[in-house]
């Protein structure tokens, strides 16, 4: 690697270390919303609940994060 990517790593690590804070309160409430739902809410639906509660979410992170936990629609 040579040093101007190393800089440019090393100058984004505490915009991945935000992300990543970001990304496990974001993953608590997806599996609150999924428990409540009996693990009926696949993520286009839990996507909508939390848009619900005015949390600005992207559905295609919402099924990142689910498929990451195996948190899958239960019959």
């Known amino acids: 690697m040579n040093r101007s990517s190393y800089c440019k790593w090393l ?3 505490e915009a991945r270390a935000t992300r990543q804070r970001e990304g496990r309160i974001l993953a608590e409430e ?3 919303v ?3 739902s009996g693990g009926a809410y696949g993520s286009p ?4 609940e939390l848009r619900e509660k005015r949390r600005r979410v992207n559905e295609k992170r919402i099924a990142r994060i689910m498929r990451t936990f195996s948190w899958r629609v239960s019959a």
């Open 34 to 36: 999924h428990g409540e």
């Open 11 to 13: 100058a984004g690590a």
């Open 30 to 32: 997806i599996r609150e």
């Open 45 to 48: 639906l839990v996507t909508a």
